[in-house]
């Protein structure tokens, strides 16, 4: 019998055993008997500014005393101001923000406005990627997160994305693989009808499918697509946005402007939920004089922009986005190379900035996974026993399908940095 009062996300109700955490301070937490863990995922991705960053927490507590919550129908203050530092740092062409309370909502708007926009039904979306839990946001999902949920997805059509390591296209060389998945594309889209596709959907850089780094050019080339044909290009940096990858978004990595953007996680480090989309010009001039069809009773939610406010000033002040490229690149990059130079178990190491993921191999002569794409449950043995070898170790990294995640805090320490990766090492060579 399940006596557990809360239901878990993602799990079998009866066979959930979790970690109780008494508390955190910047990239560390630790439990009630005092074990310590280097935060290497950042919880799920989410933690840019580490925990219990002080300037987050004054600002959160200031805006509390002054006003806790307020209808989006009124207009605040410390949302405009959101609002605008958002659009401050985000690509160029956007025009405004609308906010939710998370990343799957944010994805449920912009395919609702992409599709209201252009009046067309159809959405492409990438087999490796993940948009959500919710209906709409899943059935965009290409991982098998959706399987069990078979009766989302109507409208989407889903394309193979650039992955040199596993390609799909049988290329051998970047350039290769960049070109033969933007043809892919193409075709894709003229088998479909480009009359009848609203948008297409991508993670610039693929978050937890495998931190996938798509080669150079190929952003470009979807972005051209999109124009030839009217399509709205939608980018998802719900994982990838606000320094995550050693830029403000990813798409900056590659100079592409989105029609739409999704955001959230690092926008506050998770403090507060939100979420949202920076709204374009073709769709902003859309709804200039007709009513958006949605809302949310919490859009805008005060504490939650005092968090943005406070949030963007820390990343800016302290430098914390080009530091995160920087130990990308001096760091994490050769840390990393090492490891698979000298362990036959890592098949691939790839990432950029602050987000980086292990490939694990059976066999790096066949390229064979550790475990299987789908692993049954939530996580395969073999994938749970690296994970807890690592947390005895005192770091926690993330840990799925064949791969090891590493989404440090934009803060954490270099020398935090080295020998968490270290450690990890560590487990992998044992």
């Not at 060389?173 to 070109?179: A, F, G, M, P, Q």
């Not at 590659?254 to 769709?283: C, I």
């Not at 749970?384 to 064949?402: D, H, M, S, T």
Request: glycine share 10%.
């Amino acid at each position: 019998m399940v006596s557990d009062p809360v239901f878990h996300p993602w799990a079998a109700q009866a066979k959930v055993v979790q970690e109780t955490v008494a508390g955190g301070s910047g990239a560390w937490f630790w439990n009630h008997d005092g074990e310590r863990w280097l935060d290497l995922h950042s919880q799920l991705g989410n933690l840019h500014l580490g925990h219990q960053h002080p300037a987050v927490v004054a600002a959160v507590t200031e805006q509390a005393a002054r006003l806790c919550t307020l209808a989006p129908s009124f207009r605040a203050d410390v949302r405009d101001e959101a609002a605008r530092r958002i659009l401050d740092v985000a690509p160029a062409g956007g025009r405004s923000v609308l906010f939710t309370t998370g990343g799957a909502e944010a994805v449920e708007h912009a395919l609702r406005m992409a599709r209201v926009t252009t009046g067309r039904p159809k959405i492409l979306a990438a087999h490796r990627s993940y948009h959500g839990a919710t209906d709409g946001a899943m059935g965009v999902t290409g991982d098998p997160r959706r399987w069990p949920l078979p009766a989302t997805g109507a409208g989407t059509v889903r394309f193979s994305g650039p992955y040199r390591y596993r390609s799909d296209f049988h290329a051998t060389t970047e350039v290769e693989e960049r070109d033969r998945a933007l043809e892919h594309l193409y075709r894709l889209v003229a088998y479909e009808g480009p009359e009848s596709i609203a948008a297409i959907i991508i993670e610039p850089v693929a978050g937890s499918n495998g931190v996938l780094v798509p080669p150079d050019g190929y952003l470009a080339g979807v972005r051209a697509l999109c124009d030839e044909h009217g399509i709205l290009l939608i980018a998802d940096e719900v994982m990838t946005g606000f320094g995550r990858c050693g830029a403000w978004f990813a798409t900056d990595l590659w100079q592409v402007r989105p029609d739409l953007m999704t955001f959230a996680k690092g926008v506050n480090s998770g403090y507060v939920p939100v979420g949202g989309v920076v709204v374009g010009e073709r769709v902003a001039e859309h709804f200039a004089e007709r009513p958006y069809p949605g809302g949310l009773t919490y859009s805008g939610h005060p504490l939650a922009c005092a968090s943005i406010v406070a949030s963007i000033g820390v990343l800016r002040d302290e430098g914390l986005v080009s530091r995160a490229a920087q130990l990308g690149e001096t760091v994490v990059r050769p840390l990393l190379q090492d490891l698979a130079a000298r362990l036959p178990v890592v098949g691939e190491v790839r990432g950029t900035g602050l987000a980086w993921a292990i490939e694990l191999v059976a066999d790096r002569a066949t390229r064979e996974p550790l475990v299987p794409y789908a692993a049954p449950g939530r996580l395969h043995p073999r994938m749970a026993e690296i994970l807890r070898a690592c947390r005895l170790r005192g770091v926690w990294p993330f840990v799925a399908a064949n791969r090891i995640h590493l989404f440090p805090p934009l803060v954490i320490t270099e020398d935090d940095l080295r020998a968490g990766l270290t450690e990890v090492g560590a487990v992998l060579a044992g």
